[in-house]
């Protein structure tokens, strides 16, 4: 419980706290006083008068004892009739006069007697309550109560108003204190306003950034032991934009565990002030941030490298869920079905709640029932009135942990003692049977501390370690321990088996499925009715515009809507989400590369990059089960094996024969070449055109090469006879690229057009070559792959997008818009199921074919022309002469080497690990690769 251990950082001393306070009250300042108990004589009241501190705030006056066996004193401006000056008995002394006032309230509420967590005491009745100010006249005190006292008497919505102008008019009179700088060369780049985001919780500040640290000082003294919050700019590990209320005003901020201050949550006052100082803030030198996109974290999943319970909360973050904030806590799914067995089978799948359906949906009567009256209804319709995250729903399960916060959110209270979290097989069936809708939290899963936390234990939120009073039951029993299912033995064990069948192979299997409606596209609009997964529309973000609401007590009105009703998270994934990857290819190594060479491809350090995951060893193997054969990489290095000036003009297309033992090349000096790896020469030069030639592609089981000319033809050269044998004029513009797959040949060409051909070359007859279908498109084709077999064809356009065709029904299945620019290659996995791309924007996609989700992306920040990879490795070729290594395993950029004086225009592999690469200065470049040996894993 991230929230309860940063609470601890704070003055452990101190029993005030904000959480004594409404939710979202704001704390102004304080004042040392005597507090004269009411019922006395001047004289007795004088003489047992109680030292303490007056703390003003925005719905309250606080009084706040230095004796701890008296109770903190709570007055709300609503129940106070009066504020004056008092002029009678002995308090009419000099040394009193100017000093001394008296509110006249009608009910006092006691909280913290004796520093017990309790419900609070609410003590009515009109009485006169005295206090004399110790260091301060009244002049300093009394006309803020009296507007906070006016402020009271108005509309919900007003008051906020008022109070709001108030707090700006306050903050514009405050300076930031430069002497708290820790170095006196730091510069201002920027300071403005903004409050501080704890749950429950809203603590209005100065924010400064300066060209080493980040400063956030209170316009209170909550914390006198840290009056201005600290954070050096290089401990910065994660800034993310956040939603608050449904508005873009968030930024959270996250460094290590190990730091005074590990994460800060900051709301602007509008998103343009936000976004600014996100810019800043990005633009810092010294700023050195980790993390991995989403896209990268999706492969990860896929390929097991990172557990359920992580990818969740990684997507509960790029939702906007946040322990910082209870109107957006991280949601996590009911897996389970079975709350009365003794024992907890993880084989069968009638123990598993249906993940494909919300909690409304899973009883089939109920979910007609809903239906019914969602005909019926007027728009906006919904289905569940009650949503699955709440503040109050993240309470109930956390009562017993954070019995402070619970008071907070129930004005002083505890909830009625039979509608606590008093057992999960109960809640469970009131979530198949009754109105709850309900979902858990990530604490029920959470095997681990968060960060470093003496004492924590897994399941302590189930468990009544404080000896908290919570009530009787109608039944007769004290609240007092969660009831566990029969399988749990005590709460460790409950979380220990709960976070086994998380990460179960049903749960793995079916999760996408509640992803889907969650973080992804069965959220809202058309899947989502189908999905019955429609909630009120206060939860929806874009629902409403509280910016446009004029009327503030409408707008006050909304605002505490959104916050009782929950909020849907940010739409993570706009089409299916992809399912995990059962075992994964590693047919081809990972490649290193050696020191420099005079005269050839420059090697260079690999920028910084992620720690490699539990699965990969220091030597880079796959971990795998004990017992089984995995592959190991040696440590050997990749080393340029030749480097050959082959051609006069831009080499646009290398490919090695089936066998290797060849490799063919084509420029746009209209010349294709044989050359001989093994005797490292060239073998035979032809021309064929006299344009320049755009690809070159060996045919199996031929001795064909079929050759791509910017003259709009396709040539078929036979290297057994030394000439082209066959040519077609194949479109109306230059051929781009070509394809071979299951025996057709698919080109494609700058007309927008892919054509697929049949080919056949009986021995000693004239090869024939026959169109089948053109597959149109609305810009010029660069690029084209297809699967192996043959089924299904990519195509990449000159304006960014991916085309999907179906060879049966040659009907385009998918199209997505993937790169900012042209879509430079295209290349699918040996599976079929995933489809790698290079383009303009410098960026290599990753794309799930199934669904067209990106599951991984890099950045080179240049145009990458050229593309291979073999599902765990990928070579990208750059416009300015680089080639680039990343290891999709580890997302590690593992080299970057300066190959050629201009583009990467091509880069090829052959079965026998050499690595080829053609640029625009005319050269091909041959390396080796590292080797790999079968080992047994003890």
């Not at 959220?523 to 004029?550: C, H, P, R, W």
């Amino acid at each position: 419980m991230a929230f309860l251990e940063a609470a601890e950082h704070g003055n452990r001393r101190e029993r005030f706290s904000l959480l004594l306070l409404e939710p979202n009250e704001i704390y102004f300042e304080d004042f040392s006083a005597f507090y004269f108990i009411p019922g006395k004589s001047d004289e007795d009241a004088i003489r047992k008068r109680i030292r303490g501190r007056i703390k003003l705030c925005s719905h309250s006056v606080i009084f706040d004892p230095q004796n701890v066996d008296y109770p903190i004193l709570k007055f709300p401006f609503k129940e106070i009739n009066k504020i004056e000056e008092s002029h009678l008995g002995d308090f009419s002394r000099s040394e009193y006069r100017g000093h001394t006032f008296f509110m006249e309230v009608q009910q006092v509420i006691e909280m913290k007697g004796g520093s017990t967590i309790a419900p609070f005491v609410f003590e009515k009745g009109l009485k006169k309550h005295v206090f004399f100010l110790n260091h301060s006249r009244l002049d300093d005190c009394l006309p803020h109560m009296h507007q906070l006292k006016r402020a009271s008497t108005l509309h919900f919505g007003d008051q906020n108003s008022m109070i709001s102008a108030i707090v700006q008019s306050r903050q514009a009179r405050t300076k930031f204190d430069k002497t708290c700088f820790d170095d006196l060369y730091e510069k201002i780049i920027l300071e403005t306003q903004g409050d501080r985001i704890t749950p429950l919780v809203l603590c209005p500040g100065k924010i400064v950034l300066t060209s080493s640290r980040l400063y956030f000082q209170s316009f209170n003294n909550i914390d006198p032991a840290n009056p201005v919050w600290k954070i050096k700019l290089s401990d910065i590990k994660t800034v993310t934009k956040r939603r608050f209320l449904l508005r873009h005003v968030g930024i959270e901020i996250f460094c290590p565990q190990n730091k005074a201050l590990s994460h800060l949550y900051l709301k602007f006052a509008e998103q343009e002030m936000r976004d600014n100082f996100h810019d800043k803030l990005l633009e810092q030198p010294c700023l050195d941030l980790d993390g991995l996109g989403q896209e990268n974290m999706t492969l990860r999943w896929q390929n097991g490298l990172i557990t359920n319970y992580d990818y969740l909360m990684f997507l509960n973050s790029m939702g906007d869920r946040t322990f910082n904030d209870l109107t957006q806590y991280p949601v996590f799914p009911w897996i389970l079905d079975d709350y009365s067995s003794k024992t907890l089978d993880l084989e069968n799948p009638a123990t598993f709640r249906d993940l494909s359906k919300p909690v409304g949906a899973l009883n089939e009567s109920r979910l007609q029932v809903l239906k019914e009256r969602y005909e019926d209804m007027p728009s906006p319709r919904f289905l569940y009135g009650s949503h699955y995250s709440n503040p109050g729903f993240v309470l109930f399960y956390l009562a017993r942990a954070a019995p402070e916060y619970l008071l907070c959110l129930h004005n002083g209270r505890f909830d009625q003692p039979d509608r606590m979290f008093n057992s999960i097989p109960d809640v469970w069936r009131c979530c198949l049977t009754g109105s709850d809708y309900k979902e858990l939290i990530p604490e029920f899963f959470q095997t681990e501390p968060a960060g470093d936390h003496d004492g924590w234990e897994p399941g302590a939120f189930l468990h009544n370690s404080k000896g908290i009073n919570y009530g009787v039951r109608q039944d007769g029993r004290s609240v007092n321990h969660v009831e566990l299912p029969p399988w749990a033995k005590d709460p460790e064990d409950f979380v220990r088996q709960h976070r086994e069948a998380l990460e179960c192979d049903y749960v793995t299997e079916h999760l996408p499925d509640w992803i889907d409606l969650v973080f992804g596209y069965k959220q809202t609009g058309m899947e989502a009715e189908k999905a019955n997964n429609v909630f009120y529309y206060l939860t929806y973000e874009g629902a409403v515009d509280l910016d446009s609401i004029s009327d503030p007590n409408e707008r006050a009105s909304i605002r505490v809507q959104i916050m009782e009703f929950g909020q849907i998270p940010r739409k993570v994934f706009l089409s299916p989400h992809p399912r995990r990857f059962r075992r994964l290819s590693m047919s081809v190594p990972t490649l290193e590369l050696g020191t420099e060479h005079e005269g050839r491809p420059q090697v260079e350090e690999p920028g910084a990059s992620c720690a490699p995951c539990a699965t990969l060893d220091d030597n880079g193997a796959i971990a795998s089960d004990k017992g089984k054969t995995v592959l190991l990489r040696e440590p050997e290095k990749l080393r340029p094996f030749h480097n050959h000036s082959l051609h006069k003009e831009a080499v646009q297309d290398v490919k090695f024969s089936v066998s290797g033992d060849q490799l063919f090349s084509v420029s746009q000096d209209a010349s294709l070449k044989l050359y001989s790896p093994d005797d490292k020469k060239q073998v035979r030069s032809f021309n064929i055109s006299k344009m320049a030639l755009s690809s070159c592609l060996p045919i199996p089981e031929t001795a064909t090469v079929a050759i791509g000319c910017w003259d709009n033809y396709i040539y078929f050269y036979s290297v057994d006879y030394g000439r082209v044998v066959e040519s077609i004029m194949a479109h109306d513009d230059a051929v781009s690229g070509m394809a071979w797959r299951n025996g057709h040949l698919i080109s494609a060409s700058w007309d927008s057009t892919v054509k697929v051909w049949s080919y056949h070359q009986p021995l000693r007859a004239k090869t024939t070559v026959k169109l089948l279908v053109e597959l149109d498109h609305e810009s010029a084709v660069i690029c084209v792959d297809a699967i192996e077999d043959g089924q299904l064809i990519a195509s990449g356009t000159k304006d960014g997008f991916i085309y999907f065709w179906d060879t049966e029904s040659y009907i385009a299945v998918n199209q997505n818009l993937v790169h900012q620019g042209a879509v430079n290659a295209v290349q699918f996995s040996s599976n079929g199921k995933r489809l790698a791309s290079s383009g303009e924007d410098g960026e290599v996609v990753v794309l799930d074919v199934d669904t067209g989700t990106k599951v991984c992306t890099f950045n080179a920040q240049a145009p990458l022309k050229s593309l291979w990879w073999d599902e765990t490795t990928v070579l990208a070729g750059s416009g300015d002469g680089y080639l680039y290594m990343w290891d999709l395993l580890t997302n590690r950029l593992l080299q970057k080497i300066k190959t050629h004086q201009g583009a990467v225009n091509c880069v090829t592999t052959s079965s026998e690990e050499m690595v080829a690469t053609g640029g625009e200065d005319g050269r091909v470049v041959l390396w080796n690769t590292a080797q790999y040996v079968s080992a047994e894993v003890e």
